[in-house]
């Protein structure tokens, strides 16, 4: 196991009786970086978190978590890490403030009360409310600042901002941002592929319970298919641009206008169309969404 | 240790004062009941006489009803001590479970408490609300037992409430490992209401059906004296009850150690779910 990676797997294995929720999977997370994992309803994220925090055991396989094993000292890693979980539960008669005082309490009183306010402030919520009034996207809120309250060296985040508005999503992503700069590991799961193309310095891609894609989201992208419209000056023949290697097309307008797939480099299909009066080429990079997709078809 | 402590006490406050609260009254006013029934004892000696032997078994029995901890067997620890019993399963099996089946121990589990610590916590909260509502009864007799010709101090009183503490413990820790063991906390307290219930029954219908004897001994309820801990304590039958308790703590403590902390939506909620499941596997077994 490498010291230098603030999270990693091996070969880690997790059933539910007969139901394989992990198989196998091996996990590098560096210090310091933003890691997004993506993956489908049921692929396997959060058994991977809940492993991490020895909430479950798995049944095969090695885990570190900032070099320490969790099976060994679940308490010295959960004290270096903050946890906001994708099921989110609380004490509903409580207050925010009395259930985060709670939660600061059953850390030993690691989170500063000015730090608590200061985040409660930053994503405009109001702490003397009973959690059972508030709605999904504040109760969300609490669970945000729960998990970064205590400025944790790691944050496992199962759906940070699921049930958030557009501007509190921004708004977490801003503190995401500030604490790896504070020099925090963050891992987060998502289905919203378009935040983890914003916020991720890599990305790992689960599907039923193994790693098929790890990368950074840009590499990703660019490693995929582009999207080529060129408008002709006059009809031409499709089927000489078909002939050329990583090239399909897709639609065509009367032969004046035709949309292709390119995979891999440029260079084949530029010199294809040299033969043609062409008027015009736009190109359009895949979104990480429609990448995701391409493992799972 | 010491916040989940606090976190189990303050959460268990309300039940406490109104469990304490009511039996304590309820205690009370039944002392106070004394010297009437002793100024009409002949006529309740002549009454219950002519009672059918299943109805006087289901009371407690009509021995020395007259007397202060017959009477107080047969007035109060009868009924309260299964009464109580089921606030002792509930309490117990919702101990754990109840919080991860709600979700909360996911995120608690997450903080930096070792699962000892935790279920130390809970265990210790929960003995504590039951000393609580047993001690506030037993002040709730205190009080006026004083102006009654019971004849029993604060002293005396103690034995019958550790006979109840320690029943309730048993029951208690009963419905804790059966509600770690079993799919879910529902189960866990049905089958722990189960024992309840029946070793209640058998222990009413064995002193009737002396057959029944070599069974009874199994029943919690055997070991149980009530009241009768008033004239004389039977401390191997207190540090039996104990003892079990302790077992049942034991067994669940390395139970949650071992177990996975399951959160809400996961596969292993209760019957349904299980059966769910082993159906879906049956067609896809089918299928294939």
């Known amino acids: 196991m490498n010291a230098k990676m603030a999270i990693e797997t091996r070969n880690l294995v997790k059933n539910y009786g007969a139901v394989q929720a992990l198989r196998g999977l091996d996990l590098q997370v560096r210090e310091g970086e933003i890691y997004g994992f993506l993956g489908p309803n049921g692929a396997g994220k959060t058994t991977t978190i809940r492993c991490l925090l020895d909430s479950i055991r798995p049944n095969a396989g090695e885990v570190r978590v900032l070099g320490i094993d969790p099976q060994s000292d679940p308490v010295a890693v959960r004290a270096r890490v903050g946890y906001l979980p994708g099921e989110l539960a609380l004490e509903g008669n409580l207050k925010a403030i009395d259930m985060l005082q709670l939660l600061n309490r059953f850390r030993g009183g690691q989170a500063k009360r000015a730090f608590i306010h200061e985040l409660a402030e930053r994503l405009d919520l109001d702490l003397n409310v009973k959690i059972k009034n508030l709605s999904k996207g504040n109760k969300q809120k609490i669970g945000v600042i729960q998990a970064f309250m205590h400025q944790p060296e790691l944050l496992l985040l199962d759906e940070p901002t699921s049930g958030l508005d557009p501007m509190m999503q921004r708004e977490v992503h801003q503190f995401l941002s500030d604490m790896r700069d504070a020099g925090a590991t963050i891992f987060f799961s998502s289905h919203v592929l378009s935040e983890v193309e914003v916020i991720a310095d890599r990305v790992g891609i689960i599907r039923t319970g193994e790693l098929v894609e790890v990368a950074e989201p840009s590499t990703l992208i660019q490693r995929s298919l582009l999207r080529v419209e060129v408008r002709f000056q006059q009809p031409v023949e499709v089927h000489r641009l078909e002939q050329v290697e990583g090239v399909r097309t897709l639609v065509q307008d009367d032969g004046t206008v035709i949309r292709m797939e390119v995979e891999g480099e440029m260079d084949a299909l530029v010199k294809a169309l040299a033969e043609f009066p062409v008027s015009r080429i736009e190109t359009e990079l895949p979104s990480l969404e429609e990448v995701f997709l391409i493992y799972y078809q | ?288």
């Open chain 2, 1 to 288: 240790m010491l916040a989940i402590l606090r976190h189990t006490m303050s959460r268990s406050r309300t039940a406490i004062l109104a469990w304490g609260l009511i039996l304590a009254i309820y205690a009370g006013s039944m002392v106070t009941f004394y010297d009437n029934i002793l100024e009409m004892s002949d006529m309740f000696t002549e009454l219950i006489s002519h009672y059918p032997e299943e109805l006087v078994a289901f009371v407690g029995g009509a021995e020395g009803i007259t007397e202060p901890e017959g009477y107080l067997d047969t007035y109060l620890f009868s009924y309260i001590a299964p009464i109580l019993g089921i606030y002792a399963i509930l309490a117990g099996s919702g101990l754990l479970v109840g919080d991860e089946e709600r979700g909360l121990l996911d995120l608690f589990i997450s903080h930096p408490i070792s699962r000892t610590r935790l279920f130390l916590g809970r265990w210790v909260g929960f003995c504590l609300s039951l000393l609580l509502i047993v001690g506030l009864m037993w002040v709730g007799i205190v009080i006026p037992v004083g102006s009654t010709q019971l004849g029993l101090g604060a002293i005396d009183l103690v034995g019958p409430f550790l006979s109840l503490f320690a029943f309730l413990l048993l029951f208690g820790t009963l419905a804790l490992l059966l509600s770690l063991a079993l799919p879910s906390r529902n189960l866990g307290a049905a089958v722990a209401g189960l024992v309840l219930g029946g070793g209640f029954m058998l222990n009413v219908i064995a002193t009737i059906k002396p057959d029944l004897d070599s069974i009874n001994q199994f029943s919690p309820f055997a070991y149980f004296q009530g009241g009768k801990a008033a004239a004389g304590m039977e401390w191997g039958w207190l540090v039996g009850l104990f003892a079990v308790a302790l077992v049942f703590s034991l067994i669940a403590w390395l139970l949650f150690q071992r177990r996975d902390i399951r959160v809400v939506g996961e596969h292993g909620w209760g019957l349904p779910n299980i059966l769910k499941r082993w159906n879906a596997n049956r067609r896809k077994a089918e299928a294939t």
